[in-house]
């Protein structure tokens, strides 16, 4: 009896010494994930004003620009040459601010299907480990609809993705998020209810190229389509 009672408080000593040493590496482990988080807030914010600095430089840029200024989106599988168009002119400021300021270098194409589009312009596509979040991202901003009939979803029009009508009564485009029309048949659908402001000049088979990748359910291509640099052809960059 005396030696089952001994064998009892040995395990209970035991069992305490297990709790007090997993409660002190749970303790551990959450202070360096909260170092870890704090450290990845500040990288976010140094990134996040320097990027600031690169648009206001770029905006200065912008005003050099002619009023259809030409841009070459440079892929990892060929360049798409685009003209964006004047009578759109806050989706075209907005576009050349980005790409100027190297927004778009790095980024994925998210969403990818054949006989419809390509869409491109979110900054979360740069970390792998948020691809549920891929499709959600963008500046903190979003820019006015500019709807010109002439402007139709032919194919490789450049187009401002947006949140539903239900979220997004007024059509407002993302801040950063744009598409480009593979199938003029397959978007018709979306004229006079997503801004086109912009055409392609040169490859469109560059487009088809992409547009060809194997997908995913979500419609993330297997094969990464990322943008490399968007440049412009009227400045030196």
């Given amino acids: 009896m005396r030696t089952n009672i001994l064998l009892l408080a040995a395990c209970g000593l035991i069992m305490a010494g ?8 749970q303790k551990k482990a959450a202070a360096k994930a909260a170092q870890e988080a704090a450290e990845q807030a500040r990288l976010d914010s140094i990134a996040a004003a320097e990027m600031i600095q690169k648009q206001e430089s770029a905006m200065e840029k912008v005003k050099q620009l002619p009023d259809e200024p030409v841009f ?3 892929t990892n599988f060929g360049t798409i040459k685009v003209k964006l ?9 907005n576009f050349a ?3 100027l300021s190297g927004y778009y270098d790095g980024l994925l194409f998210h969403r990818v299907i054949k006989g419809f589009m390509l869409q491109t312009g979110d900054p979360y596509t740069r970390d792998s480990s948020r691809v549920a979040d891929y499709g959600k991202g963008g500046p903190d901003y979003t820019v006015p609809a500019e709807f010109v009939p002439e402007y139709k979803h032919k194919k490789g029009a450049l187009a401002a993705a947006r949140r539903g009508d239900a979220a997004n009564p007024l059509k407002e485009s993302s801040g950063s998020q744009f ?3 593979q199938d003029a048949e397959g978007c018709s659908h979306l004229d ?3 801004t086109v402001f912009g055409e392609t000049l040169e490859g469109f088979d560059v487009i ?3 547009a060809a990748v194997e997908t995913n359910s979500r419609d993330l291509p297997l094969q990464q389509v990322r943008i490399i640099a968007v440049k ?3 400045l030196d960059n």
């Fill in 97 to 99: 601010k980005l790409a």
């Fill in 18 to 25: 297990l709790a007090v040493s997993c409660g002190g590496a």
């Fill in 179 to 181: 598409y480009i029309v």
């Fill in 192 to 194: 006079g209810g997503y």
């Fill in 208 to 210: 088809d190229k992409i």
């Fill in 232 to 234: 412009s052809e009227d």
């Fill in 72 to 74: 070459d989106i440079i």
């Fill in 85 to 93: 168009y004047s009578k759109t002119p806050k989706h075209r400021e």
